[in-house]
């Protein structure tokens, strides 16, 4: 909450009680995704999300709707592509089957993601309907 006086309604904001400041909002966590094989790719990419998604394997505590800020490498593809997803689901340690821990990292709808999503599925190809095993739901 701020402390800076209001000049229009020449009041003070209200302050929580002495001792009583909720905790910050956490900070994204920002991860780095290089993608060497198109294999890889594939068993992380989530087509089933209309704007796209990638599975991130992680040990770090998510909830759902959490803010992760992803820093993506695409096979054969020199661009770094910055993406500010949403946690959408969380595959938690010791998971039935054997799945590997980590998050689904839904993507925003903005432009950039957009082109991001068309990008992945044209390296993907026509793997994107393969019905092998991935990461992903």
Do not use: C
């Amino acid at each position: 909450m701020s402390s800076e006086f209001n000049s229009r309604s020449g009041s003070m904001p209200l302050q929580p009680a002495a001792g009583a400041n909720p905790p910050p909002a956490p900070r994204p966590s920002v991860i780095q995704l290089v993608f060497k094989e198109k294999g890889a790719l594939y068993a992380a990419y989530i087509p089933l999300f209309a704007e796209g998604g990638l599975f991130v394997p992680t040990t770090r505590d998510y909830r759902l709707g959490d803010d992760v800020y992803l820093l993506l490498t695409l096979p054969e593809d020199p661009q770094r592509y910055p993406v500010a997803g949403k946690v959408a689901w969380v595959t938690p340690p010791n998971a039935s089957g054997g799945r590997t821990q980590g998050v689904g990292v839904r993507f925003p709808v903005d432009e950039k993601t957009r082109v991001l999503r068309v990008r992945i599925e044209e390296i993907l190809g026509t793997a994107i309907h393969s019905p092998k095993p991935t990461q992903t739901i």
